[in-house]
């Protein structure tokens, strides 16, 4: 008698897990789906009503319009060049920076204090610095430049991987750097062959949230850039709302290929991804 | 080269590590610092090494001050506890690396390595990595990391202690031939009495950042210096009892037991006013389970067979002592029994600055 109230129980509360993850699913993808249909119907399709679940017929118009002859593969290129470098340069810095912290001993009361100055940061609401920023620039002629932007997304990102490699260097026993030193390493070179090479798995973690972190940052683009030789993907997209009309399908094709880099070098990392969160989990 | 620190203080903000030391290692000689946890010992060798700069003292290696030279400039070597191999590299790659970094060439570099490994037994394990190998073989990689590029000075932090037992014993006949053999000065850190007794010229014993005694092994354990380096080094650990001298009787006094002793107040300037520590190793005392005169009269407490002696545990008033028996010898709890001192061996420690008092 026992035994088959358990299996019931049992069954019916894995169907309820499973339907809950099912719920959840479509809620989160739902979105990312419809866009992509969108981007492939006609203009009719994308106003009929009942809406369509999926585009009676394939078009590329879209595609073709929202690519040739616009701006579009422009801001993308500035895209990748603005956030690929600040994250170059974020993960450099903040690499130094980490492993500084990490290893060296400094007072517990500076250690407090230069941690909370990291987390502050993140406290400020950006729109709070963006005119100060925008007056600044304009007098140090930074305005619509890559190298204004860059500044600003290292800014963004720098404190995090700081932060974050400071956990991954933390992992490495000190023993092996002192190992490297006592045989004939200075610091950096023991840092360089010895303990990057076994934070691989965190460098990459890192480099992931920070990229993610300032590839869809619309704010600061909106305000510090002017021009299509500066303009990134996001406040490009955003064009497509027009005084008069919403390019609801050419919209729908950018944001498509547009989430088609950062998935990519995810699925190419995610191997690493896991790793290097749990990574410091356990001991 | 010879060692030599010079009244080197180490302190960590408020806890003094090392406290004015000051030793000298000559040339060739394996030196223990021996010393329980906490007691410097770590500290000094890694002061030696260059990772920790001293808050004050010199020290020299070869006649030449070292304090401003970093760890790579001064030709040392130092095997870890944890043997520190680099994870991502093969053991091959590991004994290289130091050889690496001085731009040796690459055949010149696996020449020197495959013969290091032949002779520590490791060379079949060249091209596996770390995590592959056994605690034994790891630390042979270590050894020979340190060896492949014949420094000045081998400094070693507890090497053997992640070994197992049986292991550890053979280890240390094997490193000691080591040592002599290539004729490096060592510096040896270790808790284990056992490993400092066999394996040194000479042992240092450490306690709170101070030197407490150093002296070849045998100083060590038959003139120890103070009660303290008397009880820390042989196990089981030398018997120590609180007397007074009764100038009358010509006896030592203690609790529960009056032991005459004539040639011991002869060879000892003692006064009747002070307390003393009476000090006698285990094995200088002979178990008897008959009366003899000038014994100390006590009671069986345990016995415990090793095989090949029995340690006996004896009550004397409230002390307990122990002493080596013969291996056959067999006795209930609370039997009646006599312990005969070895007068020669006996060894007198002031109570209050806990030092040796000397013979005449």
């Not at chain 1, 502050?120 to 609401?125: D, G, K, Q």
């Not at chain 1, 691989?200 to 683009?221: H, R």
């Not at chain 2, 003292?57 to 191999?85: C, E, T, W």
């Not at chain 2, 053997?160 to 490193?175: G, K, T």
């Amino acid at each position: 008698m026992d035994t088959r109230r358990f299996e019931w129980s049992n069954i019916i509360g894995t169907a309820i897990k499973y339907a809950v993850l099912l719920l959840i699913m479509v809620i989160v993808l739902f979105p990312i789906y419809w866009m992509v249909i969108t981007s492939f119907k006609g203009r009719l399709e994308l106003t009929t009503y009942p809406p369509t679940l999926f585009p009676k017929n394939i078009i590329l118009d879209n595609y073709r319009d929202a690519f040739s002859d616009s701006d579009i593969p422009r801001y993308m290129l500035n895209s990748v060049i603005v956030v690929g470098v600040s994250t170059l340069i974020s993960l450099f810095f903040g690499t130094l920076a980490g492993y500084s912290l990490a290893r060296f001993a400094f007072t517990p009361t500076f250690k407090r204090q230069i941690s909370f100055w990291i987390l502050s940061t993140r406290m400020i609401p950006p729109i709070v610095t963006i005119i100060p920023i925008f007056l600044i620039y304009r007098n140090l002629q930074l305005l619509n430049t890559y190298a204004g932007m860059i500044i600003v997304y290292v800014g963004f990102t720098l404190p995090f991987t700081t932060w974050m490699m400071r956990a991954f260097v933390r992992e490495v026993p000190v023993d092996l750097e002192e190992a490297a030193m006592v045989d004939g390493d200075t610091r950096l070179t023991a840092l360089l062959r010895i303990v990057l090479p076994l934070t691989a798995p965190g460098l990459v973690a890192t480099a992931i949230f920070s990229l993610i972190l300032v590839w869809n940052e619309f704010l600061f683009a909106l305000i510090l850039t002017t021009t299509s030789a500066t303009i990134t993907l996001p406040v490009g997209i955003s064009g497509f709302v027009s005084q008069f009309e919403v390019l609801w399908g050419q919209m729908s094709a950018v944001g498509t290929v547009a989430i088609i880099p950062i998935l990519i070098f995810t699925l190419a990392v995610q191997r690493y991804l896991v790793r290097g969160l749990t990574l410091g989990a356990v001991k | 080269m010879d060692v030599q620190y010079e009244h080197l203080t180490k302190k960590f903000g408020a806890v003094t590590a090392l406290d004015d030391f000051t030793l000298h290692v000559p040339d060739g000689d394996f030196l223990v610092l021996l010393g329980p946890s906490g007691c410097g010992k770590t500290t000094a060798l890694r002061c030696l090494a260059g990772l920790e700069k001293p808050t004050s003292g010199i020290i020299r290696i070869g006649g030449k001050v070292v304090n401003r030279l970093q760890p790579r400039d001064r030709d040392v070597a130092l095997v870890f506890q944890s043997y520190a191999l680099y994870p991502q590299m093969t053991v091959g790659n590991n004994i290289m690396y130091p050889l690496r970094i001085r731009h040796i060439p690459k055949e010149e570099r696996l020449r020197m390595a495959h013969d290091v490994a032949r002779r520590l037994e490791i060379d079949a394990l060249f091209d596996r990595r770390p995590n592959q190998l056994s605690g034994g073989q790891r630390q042979r990689v270590a050894l020979a990391r340190a060896i492949v590029r014949n420094p000045n000075v081998f400094l070693m932090d507890e090497p053997l202690s992640n070994l197992d037992a049986r292991l550890r014993v053979n280890m240390r006949a094997e490193l000691k031939h080591l040592q002599k053999t290539l004729g490096t000065t060592t510096v040896y850190v270790t808790h284990d009495q056992a490993e400092a007794m066999t394996m040194a010229d000479r042992i240092a014993v450490m306690r709170d950042g101070r030197l407490e005694q150093v002296g070849t092994p045998d100083e060590i354990y038959f003139s120890p210096e103070t009660v303290y380096v008397a009880g820390f080094v042989g196990s089981p650990a030398m018997n120590l009892l609180n007397v007074r001298v009764d100038s009358a009787s010509r006896a030592l006094v203690g609790d529960g037991f009056s032991l005459s002793a004539t040639s011991v107040l002869e060879a000892h300037a003692v006064d009747e006013t002070k307390h003393y520590i009476l000090g006698v190793r285990p094995e200088h005392l002979t178990l008897s389970l008959e009366a003899h005169p000038g014994s100390i009269a006590g009671a069986v407490y345990a016995v415990e067979p090793m095989g090949n002696e029995t340690l006996v545990y004896v009550k004397v008033g409230q002390s307990t002592l122990v002493a080596r028996a013969d291996a056959m010898l067999r006795a209930a709890v609370n039997t009646p029994c006599w312990l005969e001192i070895r007068e020669d061996r006996l060894l007198l420690f002031d109570a209050e600055t806990e030092r040796r008092v000397p013979r005449r």
